[in-house]
């Protein structure tokens, strides 16, 4: 049972990282973005660096370090402003660490139960965020997929799909998603939230009015 690496033919393709907080962000607008407008979105995982807390201020720290302070003290206040905008809770936003068995469970969800991917990455990005959730953890992992699917309607095989996933994470499964992270990058993707349409690479939710723009065939006034 193989799941494929490949980006399909969707109109817009959006990569997040669980563990990067301005993905979180983008999660339900992007969301909204596609209902609203009928769009098809494919959805992918890619690994970035995890956002880094602001320095703790110095006797001596020169200018650099201050700036350097000061922007990861404003990016989080960003944050935390459009987190509560959105009534989305973010316990720790310089957490770090590994996320493979969650990337893993997302392809096997987007190849196999596509109409449940949303509410499976809705799910996993609040629990993640929540700190109820361990995206190294495929035995988590694998709960979730069973919370929200069973194969064959109620069993397959006498195996949920949570076990299914487990059998082709422990297989194939490494190989598939080194293959997608190559692909990202050879496409330009190196941060997330990006957006990929008609061969362009846009990081940040703020790009959503361009993108519409482009896909409602670059008409009317470009909106810069």
Same mark, same amino acid.
């Given at each position: 049972?193989?799941?494929? &690496?490949?980006?399909?033919? #969707?109109?817009?393709?959006?990569?997040?990282?669980?563990?990067?907080?301005?993905?979180?962000?983008?999660?339900?607008?992007?969301?909204?973005?596609?209902?609203?407008?009928?769009?098809?979105?494919?959805?992918?995982?890619?690994?970035?660096?995890?956002?880094? #807390?602001?320095?703790?201020?110095?006797?001596?720290?020169?200018?650099?370090?201050? %700036?350097?302070?000061?922007? &990861?003290?404003?990016?989080?206040?960003?944050?935390?402003?459009? #987190?509560? /905008?959105?009534?989305?809770?973010?316990?720790?936003?310089?957490? /770090?660490?590994?996320?493979?068995? !969650?990337?893993?469970?997302?392809?096997?969800?987007? %190849? %196999?139960?596509?109409?449940?991917?949303?509410?499976?990455?809705?799910?996993?990005?609040?629990?993640?965020? #929540?700190?109820?959730?361990?995206?190294?953890?495929?035995?988590?992992?694998?709960?979730?997929?069973?919370?929200?699917?069973?194969?064959? *309607?109620?069993? &397959? *095989?006498?195996?949920? *799909?949570? +076990?299914? !996933?487990? &059998?082709?994470?422990?297989?194939?499964?490494?190989?598939?998603?080194? $293959?997608? /992270?190559? /692909?990202?990058?050879?496409? $330009?993707? !190196?941060?997330?939230?990006?957006?990929?349409? +008609?061969?362009?690479? !846009?990081?940040?939710?703020? %790009?959503?009015?361009?993108?519409?723009?482009?896909?409602? $065939?670059?008409?009317?006034?470009?909106?810069?």
């Amino acid at each position: 049972m193989s799941v494929q &690496a490949g980006m399909t033919d #969707a109109e817009l393709t959006i990569v997040l990282d669980i563990r990067y907080p301005q993905a979180f962000l983008a999660l339900q607008p992007a969301m909204n973005f596609s209902k609203e407008h009928g769009v098809l979105v494919d959805w992918l995982p890619h690994s970035v660096s995890s956002l880094k #807390a602001p320095e703790q201020p110095g006797v001596e720290e020169d200018r650099g370090v201050r %700036h350097r302070r000061f922007r &990861a003290e404003q990016i989080a206040r960003e944050i935390e402003v459009y #987190a509560e /905008a959105q009534g989305l809770v973010l316990r720790d936003l310089y957490r /770090a660490g590994d996320s493979s068995a !969650f990337e893993l469970g997302w392809l096997w969800m987007r %190849h %196999h139960h596509r109409q449940q991917l949303e509410d499976f990455l809705c799910e996993a990005f609040r629990a993640y965020w #929540a700190i109820e959730f361990d995206p190294t953890n495929a035995s988590e992992v694998a709960i979730l997929i069973d919370s929200l699917v069973v194969v064959g *309607g109620d069993r &397959a *095989g006498g195996r949920l *799909g949570g +076990e299914l !996933f487990r &059998a082709w994470a422990q297989s194939e499964g490494v190989a598939v998603l080194e $293959g997608l /992270a190559e /692909a990202l990058r050879a496409e $330009g993707v !190196f941060g997330v939230p990006s957006y990929l349409v +008609e061969g362009e690479v !846009f990081l940040g939710r703020q %790009h959503l009015p361009m993108i519409e723009w482009i896909l409602a $065939g670059r008409r009317g006034r470009v909106p810069i």
